[in-house]
């Protein structure tokens, strides 16, 4: 049974950095592609960073240069850092993991099989 389990998020202000974590159980780490979603209130939820099973990363327009995702083999961990946060920033996150990788699998628009709880993120202004 695979289980993904974020933390790190909290309130912080515009400016400044949090880093999010993601404990995946039951999932080979080494296979499939893995990222970051978020959810704004009032709105729908979107793709923020993703990872491949080669180490291929992809990030959305609006947080490029701001945030690296990075998975650590030794202990089965997705990571995302976040620096130069902005109001807009403001979501619950998401881990997100599916069994398979490659470009056809490993892209915003696939439907992801495994979920974690989330995480809330607050960036004050």
């Known amino acids: 049974q695979v289980q993904l389990v974020e933390s790190g998020g909290g309130s912080v202000q515009a400016g400044g950095s949090l880093r999010l974590s993601c404990a995946a159980s039951?999932?080979?780490?080494?296979?499939?592609?893995m990222g970051w979603f978020r959810q704004g209130p009032g709105k729908e939820r979107e793709g923020v960073a993703l990872?491949?099973?080669?180490?291929?990363?992809t990030y959305a327009d609006s947080v490029k240069g701001r945030f690296t995702i990075s998975k650590d083999y030794g202990d089965n961990t997705l990571y995302l850092q976040m620096n130069s946060l902005e109001p807009e920033d403001t979501a619950m996150y998401y881990c997100?993991?599916?069994?398979?990788?490659?470009?056809?699998?490993?892209?915003?628009?696939?439907?992801?099989?495994?979920w974690g709880q989330g995480t809330q993120v607050t960036v004050s202004s």
């Open positions: 039951g999932y080979t780490f080494s296979r499939g592609c």
């Open positions: 997100a993991a599916q069994p398979y990788g490659g470009s056809w699998w490993c892209n915003f628009g696939t439907t992801y099989s495994y």
């Open positions: 990872i491949d099973s080669d180490g291929s990363t």
